[in-house]
């Protein structure tokens, strides 16, 4: 269900409902695509799911997969009842909320409540810089590497990584937020590795993550993925990125979705 419209931005990549009509208070999400497929990334890879990606972003990776929910966003408002009843027609009970960054909407935890109310499993996709109360069952945190910062040589778009540089380095890693998913939930650490280089920053993030909090992060809860959009990006990437998980102890994770469908959308 494609349901992308609009483009009109503020400093999340997110339109303000009363643009488009609507009421600021009202029950709705920036809604950029309502599909089902294969999960392809993480523990969960393979299960058939509905994922529902919300627009708007608080960072702004060079890489990013879905740069039209953040470099160049596009949506449409959609209420939470519209957003549930086209999950539920589709028959399935494995929820993937994702963006985008969703948890920067405050009705996403209006909508998982909803889809809590209804039994469904939820996976909530997050770059772990936002923490909100709200029942999850698996959340899969992609925490931001010095990698995946834009500069003016290295960015999806013609202009804005000047911008978004200084403002992407200084947000991309929270670590009280971080703390506070992973003693909330269950949690799957899912870093996008470009190279062997990224292993010692995710090293030292994961010491000061577990200097931080009280629960217990598990090396196979930790899962190196490799940095590619295409199925040739991929190529190149994904046999030193499952040498190096094989190495460290941590687990591999595909992008399923990538293997099967290269970069189609709603995938």
Not at 124 to 150: F, H, M, Q
Not at 162 to 187: A, F, G, Y
């Amino acid at each position: 269900m494609p349901v992308s419209d609009s483009t009109d931005v503020d400093g999340t990549g997110i339109a303000d409902r009363r643009t488009l009509g609507g009421n600021v208070d009202d029950e709705r999400l920036p809604i950029n695509e309502l599909f089902c497929s294969l999960q392809g990334e993480g523990t969960l890879a393979g299960v058939p799911s509905a994922f529902v990606r919300t627009s708007g972003c608080n960072l702004r990776c060079w890489f990013c997969d879905s740069s039209h929910t953040s470099w160049e966003p596009t949506h449409a408002w959609l209420g939470l009842e519209e957003i549930l009843a086209e999950v539920e027609s589709y028959g399935i009970d494995h929820v993937v909320l994702t963006g985008g960054e969703p948890l920067i909407h405050d009705r996403s935890v209006d909508l998982l409540e909803k889809f809590a109310d209804k039994g469904y499993h939820t996976t909530v996709e997050t770059n772990g810089t936002i923490y909100r109360d709200a029942p999850i069952d698996l959340a899969s945190i992609s925490p931001k590497l010095a990698t995946s910062t834009p500069t003016p040589d290295r960015s999806p778009t013609a202009d804005g990584a000047d911008e978004w540089e200084s403002r992407h380095e200084e947000k991309r890693i929270d670590l009280e937020s971080l703390s506070n998913l992973v003693e909330s939930t269950d949690c799957q650490l899912k870093f996008v590795v470009t190279g062997d280089d990224d292993l010692a920053e995710i090293l030292e993030l994961l010491s000061a993550l577990r200097e931080t909090t009280d629960a217990t992060v598990r090396d196979e809860d930790v899962l190196l993925m490799p940095e590619g959009a295409t199925r040739e990006q991929l190529a190149e990437t994904r046999t030193r990125v499952a040498e190096l998980a094989l190495s460290h102890g941590f687990r591999y994770s595909p992008r399923l979705h990538v293997d099967l469908w290269n970069d189609a959308p709603e995938t």
